[in-house]
């Protein structure tokens, strides 16, 4: 019998966290794995291989057709990697759990560190985030569009086609991909919900919601709902390179983020603390508004 109908992408990383997803519930409520069905959904960005998301859409290339199926009542959850999940979400549908965040940080391969790329080297890599980084500390790196999955990003490492790459190191992890170098967070913040995996179901689904809420980690909630946060407040989309990371000390909250042309000639930085992250976020995104360069401004707000 199956008990729960569970969306997600079909890349070896998607159904990876999707098993994660489906062995947390199975062990939070004493179902069996095989009662919880994994209903693999093709999207357009797993489709379109070949351009910059934020050319032919953005974060909705990934959610849209989830979305759908949610909606439809073909699925009851559905996994993401909440890092491309669109800031803005249809009132329909909920972020109903995350599980315990992983490795933040970004992992440089081709080189042991940034420092350490030869000059003029080329770097692949499809986010405008890592761009604007890789260039604020070496403007004479060559940036080059690099999409696809962990495996065909490696390969294309291996081919020649690029001189390093920069991956999510959670997602290495997950794989089992002993690959790179970790690159500091003092050198590079991560995206915002870098890490963290989530899942959605319907706004009104009482019985999905509460199953889900069980096996939800609250600080991972309380810190990516504040990097989303910013992120609203920005009205940052696709091609505004912003880095964020929120942490906890008891209660308190704390998030630095970082704003960047995207050339990487100008950027502006700074930090936040509270007990409510949706106020520090929104408060943060504001001050580094009010202290960004023109180059950098004008990339946010829409």
């Known amino acids: 019998m199956i008990r729960f109908r569970l969306g997600t992408r079909g890349s070896p990383l998607a159904l990876t966290q999707a098993a994660m997803v489906r062995a947390a519930l199975a062990a939070a409520h004493g179902w069996a794995e095989d009662e919880i069905e994994t209903v693999v959904i093709r999207t357009t960005g797993d489709r379109v291989q070949d351009r910059p998301l934020a050319e032919i859409g953005g974060k909705a290339l990934w959610t849209k057709e989830l979305d759908r199926a949610l909606l439809a009542n073909e699925i009851d959850a559905c996994v993401h990697s909440m890092k491309d999940v669109e800031t803005v979400r249809p009132a329909e549908i909920a972020i109903a759990a995350m599980l315990p965040r992983a490795d933040v940080r970004d992992r440089l391969i081709g080189a042991t560190s940034i420092e350490t790329l030869p000059h003029g080297a080329t770097v692949g890599t499809s986010s405008p985030r890592r761009r604007?980084?890789?260039?604020?500390?070496?403007?004479?790196?060559?940036?080059?569009?690099?999409?696809?999955?962990?495996?065909t990003r490696l390969a294309k490492l291996a081919s020649g086609e690029v001189d390093a790459t920069l991956l999510a190191a959670a997602g290495l992890d997950r794989l089992g991909?002993?690959?790179?170098?970790?690159?500091?967070?003092?050198?590079?913040?991560?995206?915002?919900?870098?890490?963290?995996?989530?899942?959605?179901?319907?706004a009104d689904d009482v019985q999905v919601l509460a199953a889900l809420a069980a096996i939800d980690d609250a600080p991972t909630s309380r810190c990516v709902l504040a990097e989303r946060a910013l992120l609203a407040a920005l009205k940052a989309d696709c091609h505004s390179p912003v880095a964020a990371l929120a942490g906890l000390a008891g209660e308190m909250l704390t998030l630095r983020a970082e704003l960047i042309s995207e050339d990487g000639s100008a950027h502006v930085e700074g930090s936040g603390e509270g007990i409510d992250g949706t106020c520090v976020g929104q408060e943060l995104a504001a001050d580094l508004l009010t202290h960004a360069p023109e180059s950098v401004r004008r990339l946010f707000g829409g």
């Open 177 to 202: 991909r002993d690959a790179g170098h970790a690159v500091p967070t003092e050198a590079m913040l991560p995206a915002p919900a870098q890490g963290a995996i989530g899942i959605e179901a319907r």
């Open 132 to 151: 604007a980084q890789l260039l604020r500390h070496r403007p004479d790196l060559a940036i080059v569009m690099l999409r696809g999955n962990v495996d």
